[in-house]
């Protein structure tokens, strides 16, 4: 029976797959991926899409990664059920496969609304290779010229860019007033969205997609959207690029307990002894919220691999917790986006706020009792690493909060108590 089955190959399993090794060099690890090559960087697929990357450049570790670490990858291959009382992992074709320590890392899918002839050729969803590589052939091979792209938040603004790039002409629907408004408050949305539409892009706020109609000489193939107050926009594809959802399935209809996403501990340990959950499919710590909840990200998920990778062999490790982190540069403009960037109003929250619209800067901190619970960086985010390490070790700030916007602001700027907290000083 192998030691360690591992379902899901990308970010968390191959953070595991290293963690595991460093503990136990000689165990037997099983890997499934449906993906025949899993070790690529997935927030790089949009530069596959715009041309500036290829696989190669993408991949994450060399091909020798499995046969370095000892693991029989099983790629190509689907999960299809968890037998949790006989240890099992059934795949798709019938084939079992027994672990003594189970890690589920099957990530998240894409979250397609149902549309009047969604179904038609030319509409894709954008989370994986697979799917770059099908807009890509449809940009280069079928010379499409024009797209439609459902949702304007991290997947919708990098697929935007990426299109721009190749130099189609898109039409962005969002059913939010302003984009990226999860990350980002009204002020910093509307800027960004200046530089969208300055790059050519028709942003249409405030409105959905509710069909998709064929082309006047094959209905089956996509040639324009009916939006929600009737307006006709012709187009050769639609990208659906709403966000994604935990691809919870195995653990359904077993012991293992789900949410939006499945329940995990400080250790990545579900309430099923020796199954594992991390990355996209897991419900992990909020070190803001204080709570578990899904965090889609990518560095969260290679860490919380690690942790789960560690635990299982049986290395206790805790997992410190994490929180919304978005750090980009899309259409030139760097952004950066952690915690509570965007609360509801609440007057137990002071909002800082510094801006240089000349400049195209954009700088909030949102703090609770002195401690830095939120932040937003556009244009200059040259210092957003100290702030985030006042951040996430809870730092109180009062002395000298009135510093941490300014121009000038940088480490010497730090009490000499946190200077040596942060080893820069003896």
Known sequence: MPKYVIVGACAAGIGAVEAIRE????????????????????????????????????????????????VKALTGKKAARLNTAEHTVVLEDGTPVSYEKLLLATGG??????????????????????????????????????????????????????????????????LQDK????????????????????????VVPGQSVQKILGKPDNDAVVGSVVLTKGDQVPCDMVIVAIGVIPRIELAAGTDVKTNRG???????????????????VAETYDFILNQNRSLPLWPLAVLEG??????????????????NMSSLKYFGIPIVSIGLANPKPDPALEIMLSQDEEKGVYKKLVLKDNVIVGMTFLGDIERAGILFYLMKNKVNVKKFKDVLLKDDFGLAALPLSVRREMNLEK
């Open 109 to 174: 899918r894409p979250f397609v609304p149902k549309m009047e002839g969604q179904d038609k050729e030319g509409v894709y969803t954008f989370t994986n290779i697979a799917d770059a590589e099908r807009l890509a052939e449809k940009i280069g091979t079928e010379g499409a010229k024009s797209a439609v792209v459902i949702g304007a938040g991290l997947i919708g603004i990098s697929v935007t860019e990426a299109l721009t790039k190749r130099g189609v002409k898109v039409t962005l629907v969002e």
């Open 179 to 202: 984009i990226l408004s999860l990350l980002l408050d009204p002020t910093a949305s509307e800027i960004v969205e200046a530089v969208v539409r300055k790059a050519g892009v028709n």
């Open 262 to 280: 499945i329940v995990v501990d400080n250790c990545m340990q579900t309430n099923v002894p020796d199954v594992y959950a991390s990355g996209d």
């Open 23 to 70: 503990v136990d060099p000689a165990g037997e690890i099983v890997v499934i991926s449906e993906e025949q090559c899993s070790y690529y960087s997935r927030p790089m697929i949009s530069d596959f899409v715009s041309g500036k990357a290829d696989l190669e450049k993408m991949k994450t570790r060399d091909d020798q990664f499995w046969q370095k670490n000892a």
């Open 306 to 323: 690690k942790v789960a990778g560690y635990n299982m062999a049986g290395k206790k490790t805790d997992y410190t917790g994490g929180t």
